[in-house]
C-alpha cells in the first residue's frame, strides 16, 4: 500500500510539472528585434499574461485563443523579460542592437535639412557655397584688413547684409516647415516623431540613442503629387543624415516598388542596404512601411 501510495503522488507530482510547464510557453528563450523591435509570442493557459522588462513596470497583454504576443522595443542594452501568467513564469532575453545615431545628434542635423529643403533652390546653392567658402572668406577678409581697411569694413557690412538675408529667408523655411521637425529632445520609447497627412515617421529611442526609424506612407498618398513629393523628399533626407547613399536607395526602391506593384502580396519584405544602414520595405493594402535600422 505504502508502495502503491508513493507512485501515486510521484505519478501526481509529475502531471502537475506537466501542466505547469505547458501553463506557459514562449517560441524561443532569446529573442533578436527585426525592425524596431523583437516580438515575444507564445500560448498560456491563463487569460491575461504579465511581463517585466528587466524589472521595470508591469504590463499587461491579453492572450486571444490560448496566445499571445507583445513587442519589446530594441535597445543598446540585452533586456530581460519575465513574463508570469498564473502560477506559471518564463525569463527570456531580447539581444542589443546598434544604434542609428545619438538621437539629439540626429534630429539637429536632420531638422537642419528640412529646413534647407524649403529654401529656394538658388538661396539653398548660395548657403552650400557660403558654407563651404566660410573659411577662406574669413581668412580674405582678415588680410584685407591688414592692407585695406576701408574695403575690409565694406565687404564685412556685405557679408553681414547677406547673412541678415538669408537668417530671414531661414526663418520663413522654419515656419513653413514646423510640421516636419523632430522634437529636439523626446523620452525613450517608440512614438511618432512626424505625423502628416502624407508621412509619418515613427522612431525608437533608447538611452539617448536613436534606435530605429519606420517610415509610413499612406498608398493613396502616394498616388499624388504632393504625396509622392513629401515621401521623396523625407526618404531621401533620413538617408542622407544616417550617412547612406540616397542615389542608390531611391534607385533601389523605385525597383522594389515596381515589383511590388506586381504583386500585391502584403507579406512581401525586401531589404535595402547602403552603408551599414537597412531599409527593410513592407506594403499593405494602404500603407507603405520602411523600416530604418543598423
Known amino acids: 500500500m505504502k508502495k502503491i501510495l508513493l507512485g501515486a503522488l510521484g505519478l501526481l507530482a509529475l502531471t502537475l510539472a506537466g501542466c505547469s510547464n505547458n501553463a506557459l510557453t514562449t517560441n524561443k528563450t532569446s529573442y533578436h528585434p527585426t525592425a524596431m523591435t523583437a516580438v515575444i509570442k507564445g500560448s498560456a493557459k491563463a487569460k491575461t499574461i504579465t511581463y517585466q522588462i528587466n524589472g521595470g513596470a508591469k504590463h499587461q497583454v491579453k492572450a486571444d485563443g490560448g496566445t499571445y504576443f507583445f513587442q519589446v522595443p ?8 519575465k513574463l508570469t ?50 573659411a577662406a572668406t574669413k ?6 584688413a591688414k592692407t585695406d581697411p576701408a574695403a575690409a569694413a565694406v565687404a564685412a557690412q556685405q557679408q553681414q547684409a547677406t547673412a541678415k538675408k538669408l537668417q530671414a529667408q531661414m526663418a520663413t523655411a522654419k515656419k513653413q516647415a514646423k510640421d516636419e521637425l523632430f522634437p529636439t529632445t523626446t523620452k525613450a520609447g517608440l512614438k511618432n516623431l512626424v505625423a502628416t497627412k502624407d508621412v509619418t515617421v515613427r522612431g525608437n529611442v533608447q538611452h539617448g540613442k536613436l534606435m530605429g526609424l519606420s517610415l509610413i506612407v ?19 533626407l533620413l538617408g542622407t543624415t544616417l550617412k547612406a547613399k540616397p542615389k542608390v536607395v531611391i534607385n533601389k526602391f523605385e525597383k522594389v516598388l515596381k515589383d511590388a506593384k506586381k504583386n500585391s502580396s502584403s507579406t512581401t519584405t525586401k531589404t535595402i542596404r547602403s552603408n551599414g544602414i537597412r531599409f527593410n520595405t513592407g506594403f499593405s493594402t494602404d500603407h507603405l512601411y520602411i523600416y530604418i535600422t543598423k
Do not use: D, R
Open 139 to 144: 581668412k580674405k577678409l582678415t588680410a584685407l
Open 74 to 81: 530594441a535597445s543598446t542594452k540585452n533586456q530581460t523579460v
Open 218 to 236: 499612406p498608398t493613396k498618398q502616394m498616388k499624388t503629387k504632393a504625396g509622392q513629393k513629401a515621401f521623396g523628399t523625407t526618404f531621401a
Open 85 to 134: 501568467a498564473g502560477n506559471a513564469t518564463k525569463t527570456v532575453t531580447v539581444k542589443k542592437v546598434n544604434a542609428l545615431a545619438t538621437y539629439k545628434t540626429f534630429a539637429a542635423k536632420y531638422n537642419q535639412m528640412v529646413i534647407a529643403s524649403h529654401l529656394p533652390t538658388k538661396v539653398q546653392q548660395q548657403l552650400q557655397q557660403a558654407q563651404k567658402t566660410q
